[in-house]
């Protein structure tokens, strides 16, 4: 009822009303005036809904261009997200993968909601299109970075919705990064979705900064925006809570806004003795926002961590972080996983970043995208620094419309990564030179000026993290620091030349850090004599990978890729890098193995084979390097667990043991070889090699570890040893392990006439199930999940998973006609 209501009724009424009663019915109208204004701006907002999408997905591999030709197909099938179409094909045999475009299918009940709804994807590889109810809702181009549709003008408030997601990773040079990028460009729908149910008027973004940032004191500001409905004035209340929980500081304004998006800004009163963030103590602080009517009812609130830590690098003296150096302990990471391609649940994510933070490491390159959500919480919260990394990989700079779409992703990656403290670097790029994609786009005077041109935007968005750059040497200049090319010992000259190169670079370039160095290695492969610290003989001698490797000789190319030589190559550098004054630190490339279009002729076809764990996460023998040096808890481990058989001399072999302990003593057989010291700067491991007088057949070893001569370390390992050499290669001895339930190991074996191992047989194996039962774990990237592998050291493995009937498994080789097992369940 409003004011004119009761008055309308009295003007053509034909009762006579006295003065008295006209009076107290105006005081009635206004009474329920108030009243139903009241009402009207006391009720509550509706809450915001963030409800997980990931489940009851139907899934069309056909590039349909339009919406009634993809629902008329009869080839949908169930998925769930994540997903991605080149889960498997970027690792078997044929040469490619796809690059298209599919479709996505969802059916939803939406219940009525006096607000707005919104579906927010995680991320989708490349180019997407979302339709509701068969329009289109909305598009996005690129790919690594979330983005919102908003369904609200389409969306049925009762009944069923039928959601429609085209995505395609096309050939499409106008998106980074370049095509002729080292790694897959993964289609579909890679990251989680969200559908997201907002009130009318919400808080859309908060950018959390630390201007100042010391022991003693703190300073934060907060630049918020707000979506809002109509012109009207709320109170935007924001609170800091401390890493236990204890609210600190509150602090409230008032905001005028009007309809549409607005900006604002809260600063905060210095906060005294803040809790800094460091990788050792990674204290989380808790910024909310609530924004409020003017009866103080809560229209919509958000809640993000922050940290408070401040970093530099000082010119020729390295890294610090919060006042004192810190020395960059490294790797790298893709977003990927075997089986799975790029499309990862949460928990592999977390699991990844954990692991190298269990094995001592304080920072990770992300290679060379930015990653999922998940990624920077973790690294939050176990504290790892990050540097990340817009896409601008190779293929040098194009047009107008790849400048758009460039901006358009470094923009949203920079800002939806603004409030994580784990930040320090932010990378423009890496080899963005190489392999130009457009005519003339490789040159300095075409990329210098776009260089400089997101320096300053980055810098006009966020002040206060570092820019840095990978491998372009004309801008090393016009970023805040610098990493060249290094990779001693593998793509060119040996690895003692590390430590030259290193301080080489650091008197060159004021703000060095060094990222990727490593190399390759062939699980299970090995060696009595790896190439030494002097390098290949002929090898190229600059330490600079070329660009056609084609034309150099180096270990990359020229060597059998054997576990022994990587684990020296790594102990070397370590070794340097963890005793080299004012250096910054580096990062080793990669902590997993991952898939590659550019590499089909490796030992695993298509896969970068230098992770410290292969593709599925196991361990590999470099891994144990690393921990050596860096990891906390106590351990020891003897070179190596896939080291399984070895020939030599009577008077036995060298056994070399990484342990992170004060002394570790060995025994063969349970008797003690002796207990010898860790020494500081000696390799390989610290010292602790032993000569092991072998003898013929199986030969068992163990280590203890101990700290202040208490034991608190162990491993144990077999050897089946043969005194002289084995005889030349005979054939295959293939047989069919059972492991459990219905998982079979299928192994080959090269042996001579008399049964020996052939140590140097490394032809490359193929393995079928040509029973058409069951099937072979295949298509993974993995040591025992490949069917196309070269033999380590005279020996391959696959896993089967039977069906419960008879299979018969075939191995062949370029000199090997036919070998077959049969796998019978009963």
Same mark, same amino acid.
């Given at each position: ?42 009720? $509550? ?36 997200? $994540? ?76 009944? #069923?919705?039928?959601?429609?997601? %085209? ?23 890679? %990251? ?25 004191? @703190?300073?934060? #500001? ?54 800094? *963030? ?50 960059? %302990? ?19 994510? %977390? ?209 059998? *890729? ?24 580096? @990062? ?41 040096? *860096? ?81 608190? @370390? ?29 998982? *079979?190991?299928?192994? @080959? ?13 490394? =032809? ?13 774990? =295949? ?34 080789? #370029? ?12």
């Amino acid at each position: 009822m409003t004011n004119a209501q009761p008055q309308r009724y009295l003007r053509h009424s034909h009762i006579r009303t006295s003065r008295w009663l006209y009076a107290i019915l105006l005081l009635v109208s206004s009474l329920l005036t108030v009243t139903s204004t009241y009402a009207a701006a006391s009720k $509550p907002a509706p809450k915001e809904q963030v409800i997980p999408f990931n489940s009851d997905w139907l899934y069309l591999q056909e590039n349909h261009k339009n919406l009634a030709d993809a629902l008329a197909s009869k080839n949908w099938v169930e998925t769930s997200l $994540p997903h991605t179409w080149n889960a498997t094909d970027t690792m078997d045999a044929t040469p490619g993968y796809r690059r298209n475009a599919s479709w996505y299918k969802k059916s939803f009940e939406a219940t009525s909601f006096d607000g707005l709804t919104h579906l927010y994807f995680e991320g989708a590889n490349f180019e997407t299109q979302v339709y509701l109810n068969g329009k289109l809702a909305g598009e996005h181009v690129g790919g690594y970075i979330g983005f919102t549709i908003d369904l609200t003008p389409l969306v049925k408030p009762k009944g #069923q919705n039928e959601l429609m997601v %085209r995505v395609s990773n096309r050939f499409n040079p106008n998106l980074i990064p370049s095509q002729k990028s080292d790694f897959f460009l993964f289609g579909g729908i890679t %990251r989680d979705v969200f559908l997201k149910r907002l009130p009318t008027t919400y808080i859309d973004y908060m950018a959390i900064k630390t201007p100042s940032v010391s022991a003693e004191e @703190a300073t934060t #500001q907060v630049s918020v925006d707000i979506n809002a409905d109509a012109n009207t004035t709320y109170t935007l209340k924001a609170d800091i809570i401390s890493p236990s929980g204890e609210l600190l500081q509150t602090t409230t304004q008032e905001v005028t806004v009007s309809k549409g998006k607005n900006s604002t800004k809260i600063d905060f009163a210095k906060l005294a003795s803040p809790a800094l *963030w460091s990788p050792d103590e990674p204290n989380l602080y808790q910024l909310k926002l609530s924004l409020q009517d003017s009866q103080s009812n809560e229209i919509h609130h958000k809640i993000d961590n922050f940290g408070y830590r401040w970093f530099e690098m000082k010119a020729h003296k390295g890294f610090f972080l919060n006042g004192e150096r810190v020395l960059i %302990r490294g790797t790298h990471r893709h977003e990927e996983h075997a089986g799975l391609g790029a499309a990862l649940p949460n928990e592999i994510h %977390r699991q990844d970043m954990q692991m190298i933070k269990d094995m001592g490491a304080n920072f990770v390159r992300l290679g060379h995208y930015p990653q999922d959500p998940e990624v920077y919480k973790v690294a939050n919260e176990i504290g790892l620094l990050i540097w990340d990394e817009l896409p601008w990989c190779r293929g040098g700079k194009g047009g107008a419309e790849w400048e758009k779409n460039t901006e358009h992703l470094w923009k949203a990656q920079v800002k939806q990564n603004m409030n994580h403290p784990s930040i320090v670097f932010w990378s423009l790029g890496n080899e963005i030179y190489w392999e130009e994609d457009f005519p003339g786009g490789g040159a300095t005077e075409v990329i210098n000026p776009y260089l400089q041109k997101l320096q300053d935007m980055t810098k006009e968005m966020d002040p206060y993290r570092l820019t840095s750059i990978r491998k372009y040497y004309p801008g090393s200049d016009i970023v805040d620091s610098f990493s060249p090319s290094i990779w001693a010992g593998w793509y060119g000259g040996s690895y003692n030349q590390y430590e030259e190169a290193l301080k080489n670079a650091h008197a060159e370039y004021p703000a060095f850090l060094h990222m990727e160095y490593g190399g390759s290695s062939h699980v299970g492969r090995h060696t009595e004599t790896p190439i030494s610290s002097k390098g290949l003989r002929g090898a190229q001698v600059s330490v600079s990978e070329a660009v056609n490797q084609a034309v150099v000789r180096s270990v990359a190319k020229d060597s059998d *890729w054997n576990s022994n030589y990587i684990v020296d190559l790594f102990d070397w550098h370590l070794n340097v890098s963890e005793n080299l004054p004012d250096f910054a630190g580096n @990062a080793q490339w990669a902590f997993k193995d991952f898939g590659t279009p550019l590499r089909p002729l490796n030992p695993l076809p298509y896969t970068n084979m230098k992770g410290l764990v292969d593709r599925e996460g196991n361990f590999k023998d470099a891994y144990y390097v690393f921990a050596s040096y *860096w990891k906390k808890e106590p351990f020891c481990w003897i070179e190596s667990h896939t080291w399984t058989h070895r020939n030599g001399p009577k008077e036995g072999r060298d056994v070399t043991v990484y342990c992170n302990t004060d002394s570790a003593e060995l025994f063969l057989d349970g008797k003690s070889l002796g207990k010898k010291d860790k020494q500081a700067g000696v390799v390989p491991a610290g010292g602790l090699v032993w000569k092991v007088p072998f003898e013929n057949g199986l030969n068992k070893l163990k280590v203890e570890g101990f700290r202040n001569n208490k034991k608190v @370390a162990e491993d144990e390992h077999e050897v089946t040893y043969l005194i002289g050499k084995h005889g030349k290669f005979k054939t295959i001895n293939l047989q069919a392990k059972h492991v459990e339930s219905n998982r *079979w190991l299928i192994s @080959a074996e090269a042996v001579d006439k008399d049964g020996n191992r052939v140590l140097d047989y490394s =032809e490359r194996a193929y393995f079928f199930n040509i029973g058409e039962q069951g099937q072979l774990v =295949e298509n993974q990237g993995t040591p025992a999940g490949s069917s196309v592998i070269s033999m380590a050291s005279g020996f391959a493995n696959i896993e089967f998973i039977d069906d419960g009937q008879p299979s018969i498994i075939e191995y062949r080789g #370029q000199n090997v006609k036919g070998v077959y097992v049969e796998i019978n369940p009963k």
